[in-house]
Structures are given as structure tokens and as C-alpha cells.
T-cell receptor, first 114, second 112 residues
Framework: SAVISQKPSRDICQRGTSLTIQCQVDSQVTMMFWYRQQPGQSLTLIATANQGSEATYESGFVIDKFPISRPNLTFSTLTVSNMSPEDSSIYLC???????????FGPGTRLTVL | AQSVTQPDIHITVSEGASLELRCNYSYGATPYLFWYVQSPGQGLQLLLKYFSGDTLVQGIKGFEAEFKRSQSSFNLRKPSVHWSDAAEYFC??????????FGSGTRLQVQP
């Protein structure tokens, strides 16, 4: 398994500002994923972040709005840029540890945009 | 394209009663199937998974699920529900180390 932490756990932000969410894993992992869970909804994949390459974004998500960094094998950040109330969601990172086919999830970052 | 359907948005059961949550999937190859649970304000916790082999899989907290290829289903069951089982349950499908596709979730309420 993997132990994943996210910072911040929650935040309330003003429209037009940006927030960077951090995801830290206790072991080296190749693949990290970022998901969004809008209120009362299921999880939707934003992007896949592999170390050493550009993140791959899903349809409907763009790098200018959700820039991702992956500087090493245990850490990633997701920035939500120029926020609007529609960005209010829980953002979760997940990883698949080496030798595993199972994804483990962080506790999530609950974002509210006013 | 892969997809997951959880037809029950909301289920209420009495404590001690049995539980079955339905999950149907669409996937072009042999699927990897998962059930996760999300308690209020919490992240996702893996309950169980199916990759291959025995079609009845056991998970944590007394949960089990049965893979039925002919019905494209992976239903979650528990013989006796506890009040602490109240949560949102998500079925997901994937392949290998790729991202998962999630169902819309089933919210479980447990009555005393």
C-alpha cells in the first residue's frame, strides 16, 4: 500500500485567485493521478502525472487551468488557477505503488470558492 | 470506452440486515474491478478488488463481492450491516496501472 498526504486539507478561496495543492507519498511511485469530486458527484480524472514527463490531461481539463508539477517520484502539485465557484470540489491525488495494480488515494483537499 | 453503472443512488437498510450494492461495468478487455468506501469528510478507502481467479473476493470490514462476467457485474455484499457502514460506496474499473473510471456512487444509510 501507500501512505498519501495532501495539503491543505481544506481551503476557502476568493474568485480569481489560485490555489496549489500538494500531494506527498511515502514511497517512490511512477504514476500519480489527480481527480476532482464535485459536490454530490463521483470522481473524475483530471490528469495523469508521470515523473519526468508532461502531465496528460483528460478531455475538459487544460494545463492553463490545472497546471501540474511532478518534480520527483514522491511529490506532485496541482494548481487550480483563476478560480470560480464552479471549481468548488474535493481534489484527490492517487498513486499506484511499484509492483501493485491498486490505486490508493489521499485524504483529499476540500476547496470552496466564494 | 469503459463505464461503470451503479443503479442505486441511495439505499437505506436496518442495522443487522444484509446488504447488496449493485455495480455493472462496460470494458473492452479483462477488467480490474474495485470497491471503495468514502465516509463523510474522508478520502477513499479500498474495500476489495478483483483482478483474476476466484470470482468471489473477500475484503475488509466483512464485505465481499462477486464477479459475474456473463452479467458484467461486480456486486458488493455484506451479511449484516453495522451503523458504522453508513457511507458512500464507489465501484470502479480499470486496467493495470491506469487511471480508474468510477461509478456515480451509492449512498448507504443505516437505520437503528
Amino acid at each position: 500500500s501507500a501512505v498519501i498526504s495532501q495539503k491543505p486539507s481544506r481551503d476557502i478561496c476568493q474568485r480569481g485567485t489560485s490555489l496549489t495543492i500538494q500531494c506527498q507519498v511515502d514511497s517512490q511511485v511512477t504514476m500519480m493521478f489527480w481527480y476532482r469530486q464535485q459536490p454530490g458527484q463521483s470522481l473524475t480524472l483530471i490528469a495523469t502525472a508521470n515523473q519526468g514527463s508532461e502531465a496528460t490531461y483528460e478531455s475538459g481539463f487544460v494545463i492553463d487551468k490545472f497546471p501540474i508539477s511532478r518534480p520527483n517520484l514522491t511529490f506532485s502539485t496541482l494548481t487550480v488557477s483563476n478560480m470560480s465557484p464552479e471549481d468548488s470540489s474535493i481534489y484527490l491525488c492517487s498513486v499506484t505503488p511499484a509492483g501493485s495494480d491498486t490505486q490508493y488515494f489521499g485524504p483529499g483537499t476540500r476547496l470552496t470558492v466564494l | 470506452a469503459q463505464s461503470v453503472t451503479q443503479p442505486d443512488i441511495h439505499i437505506t437498510v436496518s442495522e443487522g440486515a444484509s446488504l447488496e450494492l449493485r455495480c455493472n461495468y462496460s470494458y473492452g478487455a479483462t477488467p480490474y474491478l474495485f470497491w471503495y468506501v468514502q465516509s463523510p469528510g474522508q478520502g477513499l478507502q479500498l474495500l476489495l478488488k478483483y483482478f483474476s481467479g476466484d470470482t468471489l473476493v473477500q475484503g475488509i470490514k466483512g464485505f465481499e463481492a462477486e464477479f459475474k462476467r456473463s452479467q458484467s457485474s461486480f456486486n458488493l455484499r455484506k451479511p449484516s450491516v453495522h451503523w458504522s457502514d453508513a457511507a458512500e460506496y464507489f465501484c470502479a474499473v480499470g486496467a493495470g496501472r491506469r487511471a480508474l473510471t468510477f461509478g456515480s456512487g451509492t449512498r448507504l444509510q443505516v437505520q437503528p
